[in-house]
């Protein structure tokens, strides 16, 4: 089982930044190569794909309507992945959700496999 937690959220105001951190052990996390994504939700949607980092290769796929503005980073030494989100928009609101899973990726797209573990979530809140 992997364990995962979030942190690195807040309030910001529109156009600022944030790096958000995903923190990965258990001891079955260096046994596997987990995709580990970033998902975000919003009161009364489904949770929303932001952004993968695939644990070995580092191949990475982010989702279009943050491209340009969200890219997603590791750190193998801390086990940790992070989503730096800029130009942050009042749209960006959200919780968001760090999940190791398994998926892969066919030309540009990725699709899920399994959903695994997830963290707990971490308040983003952007203001107008």
């Known amino acids: 089982q992997v364990q995962l937690v979030e942190s690195g959220g807040g309030l910001v105001q529109t156009g600022e930044s944030l790096r958000l951190s995903c923190a990965a052990s258990?001891?079955?996390?260096?046994?596997?190569?987990?995709?580990i994504r970033w998902y975000r939700q919003t009161p009364g949607k489904e949770r929303e794909f932001v952004a993968v980092?695939?644990?070995?290769?580092?191949?990475?796929h982010i989702e279009d309507s943050v491209k340009g503005r969200f890219t997603i980073s590791k750190d193998n030494a801390k086990k940790t992945v992070y989503l730096q989100m800029n130009s942050l928009k009042p749209e960006d609101t959200a919780i968001y959700y760090c999940?190791?899973?398994?998926?892969?990726?066919?030309?540009?797209?990725?699709?899920?496999?399994?959903?695994?573990?997830w963290g707990q979530g971490t308040q983003v809140t952007v203001s107008s």
């Open positions: 999940n190791a899973g398994t998926g892969y990726y066919s030309g540009n797209m990725y699709f899920t496999l399994d959903y695994g573990s």
């Open positions: 258990g001891r079955s996390f260096s046994d596997y190569d987990y995709d």
């Open positions: 980092i695939t644990w070995s290769g580092g191949r990475t």
